[in-house]
């Protein structure tokens, strides 16, 4: 950890250098998860040409390596230079529609632009109380500095296991939620499948199940690079209170915006993940097939 203390130091000028150094790489050398990523690409632009899926993925690489050192970068940035680099179209959005005044909002997002920057900009521009909710990291040494970076300017991460038992308990206080609600379910979860670039995903219920509990309003926030290390916010409506009990229409606002905002401005989006890693078809009839067995075979 000490070598990215050292990294996290640097004046921008040189973060950025060592972050084309890093892409050169990652893409050329490594190929780190390279054919994962082009998959994804093809998967959510089949009219795109092989030249062009090439020239986006490269776009991609060069984002992600900027991304991987701006995060260093945050652990010793200054409240000023969030707020310089990080602006805000509309944050009244986020204001109590009759009273004007800041009220308990769950904003949801994705992995695009930089989500760990958006966390710090919202906070200082708004100086609002920020919980963003997590999921701890493999590495206990990369979780620690997760939270490090996560935590200041006052925000309070709270992990994925622990957040709707906080947020039920306290829903009286208020407070600003973050997710970023992208990210691929297990199997053993509950989730729901949507459509999502041109082909089925499933998601987490988690937010809009906490949302119909609170009744707090529910806004998307879309982070969009204008240039190397400035991003602009805008924030979208999902879903105001009160909402049907049946149905998920929280979650499928919320990923008509995410795609929207995905197709906008791809090369900033993660491609790298494994978003659809998982078939519904192929589950559905492991499912049934386990189901017609139990049945033939009942417990004696």
């Given at each position: 950890?000490?070598?990215?203390?050292?990294?996290?130091?640097?004046?921008?000028?040189?973060?950025?250098?060592?972050?084309?150094?890093?892409?050169?790489?990652?893409?050329?050398?490594?190929?780190?998860?390279?054919?994962?990523?082009?998959?994804?690409?093809?998967?959510?632009?089949?009219?795109?040409?092989?030249?062009?899926?090439?020239?986006?993925?490269?776009?991609?690489?060069?984002?992600?390596?900027?991304?991987?050192?701006?995060?260093?970068?945050?652990?010793?940035?200054?409240?000023?230079?969030?707020?310089?680099?990080?602006?805000?179209?509309n944050p009244e959005l986020l204001l109590d529609k009759t009273e004007g005044?800041?009220?308990?909002?769950?904003?949801?997002?994705?992995?695009?632009?930089?989500?760990?920057?958006?966390?710090?900009?919202?906070?200082?521009?708004?100086?609002?109380?920020?919980?963003?909710?997590?999921?701890?990291?493999?590495?206990?040494?990369?979780?620690?500095?997760?939270?490090?970076?996560?935590?200041?300017?006052?925000?309070?991460?709270?992990?994925?296991?622990?957040?709707?038992?906080?947020?039920?308990?306290?829903?009286?206080?208020?407070?600003?939620?973050?997710?970023?609600?992208?990210?691929?379910?297990?199997?053993?979860?509950?989730?729901?499948?949507?459509?999502?670039?041109?082909?089925?995903?499933?998601?987490?219920?988690?937010?809009?199940?906490?949302?119909?509990?609170?009744?707090?309003?529910?806004?998307?926030?879309?982070?969009?690079?204008?240039?190397?290390?400035?991003?602009?916010?805008?924030?979208?409506?999902?879903?105001?209170?009160?909402?049907?009990?049946?149905?998920?229409?929280?979650?499928?606002?919320?990923?008509?915006?995410?795609?929207?905002?995905?197709?906008?401005?791809?090369?900033?989006?993660?491609?790298?993940?494994?978003?659809?890693?998982?078939?519904?078809?192929?589950?559905?009839?492991?499912?049934?097939?386990?189901?017609?067995?139990?049945?033939?075979?009942?417990?004696?």
């Open positions: 950890m000490l070598f990215f203390r050292l990294l996290s130091r640097l004046p921008f000028p040189l973060v950025y250098a060592v972050a084309w150094l890093a892409y050169l790489f990652i893409y050329y050398l490594s190929g780190y998860r390279k054919a994962v990523v082009r998959q994804n690409l093809r998967q959510a632009f089949p009219d795109k040409s092989e030249t062009e899926i090439t020239k986006l993925a490269k776009s991609f690489y060069r984002h992600l390596t900027n991304l991987g050192l701006e995060i260093v970068k945050a652990r010793t940035m200054t409240a000023q230079q969030f707020e310089q680099r990080v602006q805000i179209t005044r800041s009220r308990s909002v769950i904003i949801l997002t994705i992995h695009q632009g930089n989500w760990e920057w958006m966390l710090h900009g919202v906070a200082l521009h708004l100086n609002v109380p920020m919980y963003p909710v997590y999921k701890p990291l493999h590495s206990g040494g990369w979780d620690e500095w997760a939270k490090d970076v996560r935590s200041r300017f006052g925000s309070q991460p709270l992990p994925m296991s622990d957040a709707t038992r906080d947020i039920i308990r306290r829903r009286s206080e208020f407070r600003m939620f973050v997710m970023v609600a992208d990210q691929a379910p297990i199997e053993s979860e509950r989730s729901h499948w949507v459509p999502y670039l041109n082909k089925e995903a499933p998601f987490y219920l988690g937010a809009e199940k906490i949302a119909q509990m609170t009744r707090f309003p529910v806004v998307f926030a879309q982070c969009t690079r204008h240039a190397t290390g400035h991003y602009e916010l805008t924030f979208r409506e999902v879903a105001d209170p009160p909402y049907e009990k049946e149905g998920h229409a929280i979650l499928e606002s919320y990923v008509q915006l995410a795609e929207s905002a995905i197709r906008a401005q791809p090369e900033t989006f993660l491609w790298s993940n494994r978003r659809w890693k998982r078939d519904r078809a192929v589950e559905e009839a492991a499912q049934a097939e386990a189901d017609s067995s139990s049945q033939s075979n009942p417990a004696s």
